[in-house]
């Protein structure tokens, strides 16, 4: 059995080591799996990984009715920070209060978090604490879509739950680096790994269920008071926190789930 992971170009070499961890999990369930990028050309495939950015190709990609992990439009849902909101709060679960602006001068109160519906990675997200520095974020992304949410104290802490179609195989505690109001563990972050309970198990399993995903990861804030607020989905989900974190090969699961959904 052969399978293409594709990724964006410029994420080949950032992600070198968790590729090559699951090309030797591949490997492990006699798959060949060669990497390729979202630029190319892509040729027919027992089944296609995609790990790219890209929810206008994964839909192209789609049409070939080759297995494809994700499907095209978790890629769609996940890349936009606005329609995630929308599907999880239709689910009942509590998220980020978040509405769409059109110009700064619809913002009342400060501080607030701006983002772009299609930022990723902690980037493209500011609080601002003025109207100047809204317009200024605005201008800086002049053809994008901007989101505004309140600033809620969180204490720079967030939960990203891994995902593997509706069974939860792990999750953790990100905590934001000095004087930064974002968790991202890529931006100097601190990790540790994370149990849900009942309620949060619930929730998660009912957004896979709903995206009828493979392998994505949920982020919600972690209140002080222990609740959560739904934030984003990351498709592709970054694993580094994970198995730097528990120690635990992810990419073994991945690839098995792969093959048991294909055989």
Do not use: C
Request: aromatic letters at 8%; zero cysteines.
């Amino acid at each position: 059995m052969k399978g293409l992971l594709i990724y964006e170009l410029n994420e080949i070499q950032r992600n070198q080591g968790f590729i090559n961890l699951l090309i030797q999990a591949a490997k492990s369930n006699n798959i060949e799996l060669s990497v390729i990028d979202d630029k190319q050309q892509i040729p027919d495939s027992d089944f296609f990984f995609f790990r790219a950015r890209n929810p206008k190709l994964a839909k192209e990609l789609e049409q070939r009715n080759i297995p494809m992990f994700n499907r095209a439009e978790v890629n769609v849902i996940a890349n936009d920070k606005w329609k995630a909101i929308q599907l999880v709060q239709l689910l009942g679960i509590a998220t980020v209060p978040t509405r769409k602006i059109l110009a700064a001068t619809n913002l009342r109160e400060f501080p607030i978090v701006l983002k772009t519906v299609d930022g990723h990675g902690g980037s493209q997200v500011e609080l601002v604490n003025s109207l100047v520095n809204a317009e200024e974020f605005m201008s800086n992304h002049p053809d994008q879509t901007i989101i505004a949410q309140p600033f809620i104290e969180s204490n720079a802490t967030d939960i990203r739950v891994f995902m593997l179609g509706k069974e939860v195989i792990g999750a953790v505690k990100r905590i934001g680096g000095k004087d930064s109001f974002k968790s991202n563990f890529t931006l100097g972050g601190t990790v540790e790994p994370y149990s849900l309970d009942a309620k949060q198990l619930a929730e998660v399993e009912k957004i896979a269920l709903a995206l009828k995903s493979d392998y994505i990861g949920i982020d919600f804030l972690l209140l002080p008071d222990g609740n959560w607020l739904f934030n984003e989905i990351e498709d592709p989900v970054g694993a580094r926190s994970y198995y730097e974190t528990t120690g635990k090969d992810i990419a073994v699961s991945i690839m098995e789930y792969i093959r048991q959904e294909i055989t």
